[in-house]
């Protein structure tokens, strides 16, 4: 098959692959159970490459790149590029109404696709199937140090989605006159969530908040 040009590895057990390219859709014997796997897969592979590529980075550096790795548009990019919907099985409902270049049909797959690879040739060759297809966008990241500011970031989601800007308040201000602690709660008018940071300074307790608020709206 092509496909397997395109992505890079050939399969011994051609089944895996077939099962993999099956949405639920066409059969019972779909891909589903693959994906499942590949998600677990994928996620660890590419923490391991942020590990290695970013050593001071902390967790929440290191989870926000992730997840921008790994959500559902870049995969779905991805499956674009190798053309999988191509060569996807799907019910006629799914044929009519355009599932082979839905993103999230897209997304599942390729996903399953890595699952059938570690199941037909082992982690390794996951793992390099996977950093091979992810090159351009791990390349893409910014340098250590340049990530943009929490709050930055936050004001450009909220923006992106038409939402209004954050208001940050000063909650508290404890410690010794030498060694202060801010408290800062970060708001967004109309958004159900709120979000408590702390820091030795204003600034910093306004990024924290900021950092903490994003991640809630992130994992909505």
Do not use: W
């Not at 970013?54 to 790994?70: C, K, N, T, Y």
């Not at 191509?86 to 993103?103: C, D, F, T």
């Not at 000063?170 to 030498?178: A, R, Y």
């Amino acid at each position: 098959m092509q496909l397997s040009r395109e992505i890079g590895y050939e399969f011994s057990d051609r089944q895996l692959l077939e099962r993999a390219l099956t949405h639920r859709s066409a059969s019972s014997s779909n891909n589903e159970r693959q994906e499942f796997l590949g998600d677990a897969i994928l996620g660890f592979i590419i923490a391991e490459a942020l590990y290695q590529r970013f050593p001071r980075a902390d967790e929440g550096q290191l989870s926000r790149l992730r997840a921008s790795l790994v959500k559902r548009e870049s995969l779905a990019g991805i499956a674009r590029q190798h053309s999988v919907g191509v060569y996807l099985s799907l019910g006629p409902g799914e044929l009519r109404s355009g599932g082979q270049s839905r993103a999230s049909i897209l997304a599942d797959a390729l996903e399953a696709l890595l699952g059938a690879i570690y199941l037909d040739g082992g982690y390794q060759s996951a793992q390099r199937v996977t950093l091979e297809l992810f090159a351009d966008r791990l390349d893409a990241l910014p340098s250590e140090g340049q990530e943009k500011d929490p709050k930055t970031r936050l004001q450009e989601y909220l923006q992106g989605r038409r939402l209004p800007l954050p208001t940050y308040t000063i909650l508290d201000i404890f410690g010794s006159p030498h060694d202060q602690r801010f408290q800062v709660v970060c708001r967004v008018e109309g958004v159900e969530l709120e979000a408590i940071g702390e820091g030795n300074n204003r600034r910093g307790a306004e990024q924290a908040s900021a950092e903490r608020l994003l991640g809630q709206l992130e994992r909505r």
